[in-house]
């Protein structure tokens, strides 16, 4: 079987392939690449994208509320 390469993460770019990203616990379908800025009140709450990001920069996790949550990268989703 040939695996076909997964989309990255928006915000931490992992090629993890999932509705919600292991590596930041960011779930994809509340965002864009293009707005970044913009708070889709849901399902990532109160995070816009760029927090996540910023957030992720800083805690390893899309908000300080699931550092405990994420798991490590792998070597086969670097971006
Ligand atoms: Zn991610």
């Known amino acids: 079987m040939i695996q076909q390469p997964l989309n990255g993460c928006p915000c ?5 392939g999932c ?10 379908c509340g965002h864009r690449d293009t ?4 708070v889709t009140g849901r399902p990532n709450g109160e ?3 760029r927090d996540a990001r910023r957030n992720f920069s800083i805690y390893r996790a899309s908000h300080r509320r699931y550092r405990d949550v994420v798991r ?3 070597s086969d989703e670097l971006p």
């Open 12 to 16: 931490c770019g992992y090629r993890t």
């Open 19 to 28: 509705t919600t990203c292991p590596v930041c616990v960011l779930n994809r």
């Open 47 to 49: 995070v816009s994208l």
């Open 72 to 74: 490590p990268s792998r």
């Open 35 to 38: 707005d970044t800025g913009a």
